[in-house]
């Protein structure tokens, strides 16, 4: 069967359905079919994974070049201090692989994921759109010279100033999903372009958000009047799926709501037909083969091009975690044995590695440079699991005083580290230094050596 055969099959009676704890019924079948959709998947096309390998040489070339400067001996206090590597050339490969896999969908960056300046400047050239929350992050997209209508203010709770602030500023993409935000709207911005923001299946995702944000289905109708009632301007639907979202069946079930909404919005309230649907993040370099492969059979479905509708998105995490390197030097060793040691490093979960405390991430430390050696290249330096090619049993402490700050409890090093070491951490470019803290005295806005890596 064909996705669009496998998809008729199953929803042909859905579509009509207004009884929303019918729609939950059917999501079991649903979970059950995509399921064998991916599976097919698998069998039918290569999943290979973007290759940002050839990066690798430049990625090691800066990390060199700045620890062959530093010498634990004489540097001065903080010149050892961990650092990222940008690979700005990673971002415009994720970029454009997203055009290939989802060329209908103009993602706009969510900036809240890495804020950094050079990343906006460089998806602003590529022709990204902008996801801000809050009035700082307007005003850094605008700073890059993007205009307006090229921001969506995807929060759906926003002060009564911010909202004043959008105003002044022509920002008029903005989300909701409660009564009261619309008559904040109604008085401070009565020309925003809405998105009503629907609530949805998150619970597998590495980080929650639809217990926060989103309407349920089962209260759509109360917004609808309410848009209808006070006269504005709704565009479209938005959802998130969770970020680091692993269940696709979740971006299905979310489209179909979504149109849900769209046909209710015209067919009951009398509203202009919306134009925009707004499918959020969620996606990861990882699994972003089968997420956009189910985000386009549900777009074929229930939003075909035929239908009109413009489609956009949210991505933060897909577009920068791979980009981003951190290296950070032991500073401090507790030997408990002859293969079992606590180690110390100058970053943790108060700096930049705060990702395995907000957003559930486990980076992975590898050895940089050991015994007056550089082994970048050695993928193998390290495993989460006992194996006999790394026999040295380590804790990883970050450098705040506060016994929360773990980096791992358990993990195996190949190398036998020693103070002076330096590790390195690929892929932590999402939701890293964006929430760093200068905790205890330590000042985490570490330095980003920025490099722009060879297209494929
Ligand atoms: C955090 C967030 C995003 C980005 O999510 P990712 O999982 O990083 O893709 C997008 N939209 C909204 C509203 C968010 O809160």
Not at 202 to 228: F, H, P, W
Not at 393 to 418: A, N, Q, R
Request: with cysteine; aromatic share 10%; glycine share 4%.
């Amino acid at each position: 069967m064909t996705s669009a055969e496998i998809s008729k099959n199953l929803f042909a009676s859905t579509t009509t359905l207004v009884d929303y704890s019918e729609l939950k019924k059917v999501d079991d079948t649903t979970e059950a079919v995509l399921e064998k959709f991916l599976d097919d998947l698998k069998n039918d096309v290569d999943i290979s994974r973007l290759p940002h390998e050839q990066a690798h040489a430049e990625i090691f070339e800066a990390l060199k070049q700045r620890v062959d400067k530093i010498s634990n001996e004489t540097c001065d206090p903080g010149e050892e201090n961990s650092f990222f590597v940008c690979d700005l050339g990673e971002i415009e490969r994720l970029y454009k692989n997203w055009k290939v896999e989802l060329p209908r969908v103009q993602p706009f960056y969510a900036v809240k994921c890495n804020p950094d300046m050079k990343i906006i400047n460089k998806l602003a050239s590529l022709g990204a759109n902008f996801d801000c929350a809050s009035k700082l992050e307007i005003d850094k997209v605008l700073t890059s010279g993007v205009h307006p209508d090229r921001i969506i203010y995807a929060n759906p709770c926003k002060a009564a100033s911010f909202i004043r602030y959008a105003a002044n500023n022509n920002v008029l993409k903005s989300t909701f999903d409660n009564v009261e935000e619309l008559h904040k709207i109604k008085k401070f911005h009565p020309n925003s372009e809405l998105f009503l923001r629907i609530a949805t299946d998150d619970s597998t995702a590495q980080c929650r958000l639809s217990t926060k944000y989103g309407c349920e289905m089962e209260r759509v109708d109360s917004l609808l009047a309410c848009i209808k009632e006070l006269g504005l301007n709704l565009v479209g639907v938005s959802f998130h799926v969770g970020s680091g979202a692993s269940d696709f069946s979740s971006l299905y079930k979310a489209t179909r709501d979504a149109r849900i909404v769209f046909d209710k919005a015209a067919n009951d309230y009398g509203l202009p037909p919306l134009k925009t649907l707004d499918v959020g993040g969620g996606f990861q370099l990882e699994s972003f083969k089968e997420a956009s492969a189910v985000l386009r059979l549900a777009l074929e479905e229930y939003f075909p091009i035929s239908s009109n509708v413009d489609i956009i998105a949210e991505p933060g995490r897909y577009l920068v975690a791979s980009a981003f390197t951190l290296a950070a030097n032991v500073i401090a060793k507790r030997k408990l044995n002859e293969v079992e040691s606590m180690i110390y490093v100058n970053d943790g979960v108060y700096g930049n590695m705060n990702c395995i405390l907000f957003d559930h991430q486990e980076p992975t430390p590898r050895t940089l440079w050991h015994n007056e050696n550089f082994h970048y290249d050695d993928f193998g330096s390290t495993s989460s699991q006992p194996i006999d090619s790394c026999p040295y049993k380590v804790s990883m402490w970050g450098p705040t005083c506060d016994g929360l700050d773990c980096i791992t409890k358990e993990h195996y090093m190949k190398h036998d580290l020693v103070v002076g070491d330096w590790l390195y951490f690929p892929n932590l470019g999402a939701y890293t230094s964006s929430a760093a803290t200068p905790f205890n005295g330590f000042d985490q806005t570490a330095d980003i050596i920025y490099i722009n890596s060879n297209e494929i």
